[in-house]
């Protein structure tokens, strides 16, 4: 299986700043079609997890801008700015491009 | 839009069978695919298998012979059985619709493993 290494595990912020989290893969995501099958999660505290970004770099429906998605390959980053209250939770990245689908280990994202 | 429902028993014994339901609304199981994922105590995440629009399954094979999927397209519900299971099947188990990643989640049923 894909080995998705989140980093880091813990992330204290600020309300207002940014920060970034990294995932990376044991082997490329880049699919025969050419397509990059990466995608972040977020779960909030009592909530199921809410897909945030598809495909590396697109937001899904009713994402605000404040969250972006980059990388290529082997290494991904999940950019938030202006952290908001209900931005705080557990963030995981997915690879489906190789079988199983499998979960980075998450990153908890919490106020200083 | 889109809902989905988990429903089953909280609590199940040591190497008896866990099975749970999933009941969609807004959208037909015969079209797309639909899987189940679980999330153990901490943080571990696992996609565990689908059903396709067509009735296909796959799995994960760290599961095994352990898992199946089925459903029902008169009551647009799928269900999961896990045989055997052990108190490592403790979890929150989730249903969720899949394109290539997973869109619409069900709010998730905590099961518990335990004699």
């Known amino acids: 299986d894909v080995l998705m290494t989140q980093t880091p595990v813990s992330l204290p912020v600020s309300l207002g700043g940014q920060v970034s989290i990294s995932c990376r893969s044991s082997?490329?995501?880049?699919?025969?079609?050419?397509?990059?099958?990466l995608h972040w999660y977020l779960q909030k505290p009592g909530q199921s997890p809410q897909l945030l970004i598809y495909r590396v770099s697109n937001r899904f429906s009713g994402v605000p801008d404040r969250f972006s998605g980059s990388g290529s390959g082997t290494d991904f980053t999940l950019k938030i700015s202006r952290v908001e209250p209900e931005d705080l939770g557990v963030y995981y990245c997915l690879q489906s491009t190789h079988f199983p689908p499998t979960f980075g280990g998450g990153t908890k994202l919490e106020l200083k | 839009e889109v809902q989905l429902q988990e429903s089953g028993p909280g609590l199940v014994k040591p190497s008896q069978s866990l099975s749970l339901t999933c009941s969609v609304t807004g959208y037909s199981i015969t079209s797309n695919y639909w899987g189940w994922i679980r999330k153990f105590p901490g943080n571990k995440m696992e996609w565990m298998g689908y059903?396709?629009?067509?009735?296909?399954?796959s799995y994960n094979p760290s599961l095994k012979s352990r898992i199946s999927i089925t459903r029902d397209t008169s009551k647009n519900q799928f269900f999961l059985q896990l045989n055997s299971v052990t108190t490592e099947d403790t979890a929150t188990y989730y249903c969720?619709?899949?394109?290539?990643?997973?869109?619409?989640w069900g709010p998730g049923t905590m099961v518990t493993v335990s004699s």
């Open positions: 082997q490329s995501l880049v699919h025969s079609d050419g397509n990059t099958y």
């Open positions: 969720a619709r899949i394109y290539w990643y997973f869109d619409f």
């Open positions: 059903i396709s629009y067509s009735g296909s399954t």
